[in-house]
C-alpha cells in the first residue's frame, strides 16, 4: 500500500512541475495560473485531509491507514509542501536536468 501511495503522489508530483515547467514564462496567463493552483490545491487538500482525518477519497474514512503504515503520512506531508512550490512564476525558472 505504502508502494502505491509512493507511485500515485510521485506521478501527481511530477504532472505539477511539468505544468510549473511549461506554462511559467513571460506569457503566464491567468487561466494558465488558475489551472496550475486548481490542480495543487486539489491535491494539497487531498494530503491535509488524509493526515489530519484519515480520509481517503472515494474510500471514505480508514482510520487504521495511518497507524498500519505511517510512511504514507510522511509521504503525503512531503508531497503537500512539494505541490506548495509547484505554482508556475512569471520568469522562466532554471532547469534541473
Given at each position: 500500500?505504502?508502494?502505491?501511495?509512493?507511485?500515485?503522489?510521485s506521478?501527481?508530483l511530477?504532472?505539477?512541475?511539468?505544468?510549473?515547467?511549461?506554462?511559467?514564462?513571460?506569457?503566464?496567463?491567468?487561466?494558465?495560473?488558475?489551472?496550475?493552483?486548481?490542480?495543487?490545491?486539489?491535491?494539497?487538500?487531498?494530503?491535509?485531509?488524509?493526515?489530519?482525518?484519515?480520509?481517503?477519497?472515494?474510500?471514505?474514512?480508514?482510520?487504521?491507514?495511518?497507524?498500519?503504515?505511517?510512511?504514507?503520512?510522511?509521504?503525503?506531508?512531503?508531497?503537500?509542501?512539494?505541490?506548495?512550490?509547484?505554482?508556475?512564476?512569471?520568469?522562466?525558472?532554471?532547469?534541473?536536468?
Amino acid at each position: 500500500m505504502t508502494w502505491l501511495f509512493l507511485a500515485l503522489a510521485s506521478a501527481a508530483l511530477t504532472v505539477a512541475f511539468l505544468l510549473r515547467a511549461r506554462f511559467s514564462g513571460d506569457g503566464l496567463k491567468f487561466w494558465q495560473f488558475f489551472l496550475c493552483a486548481a490542480y495543487n490545491l486539489f491535491f494539497i487538500t487531498y494530503y491535509f485531509r488524509l493526515v489530519d482525518r484519515d480520509y481517503l477519497l472515494f474510500i471514505g474514512c480508514y482510520p487504521a491507514l495511518l497507524k498500519e503504515h505511517p510512511a504514507i503520512g510522511w509521504i503525503a506531508l512531503v508531497a503537500l509542501l512539494l505541490h506548495s512550490f509547484a505554482s508556475p512564476v512569471q520568469w522562466k525558472p532554471k532547469r534541473w536536468f
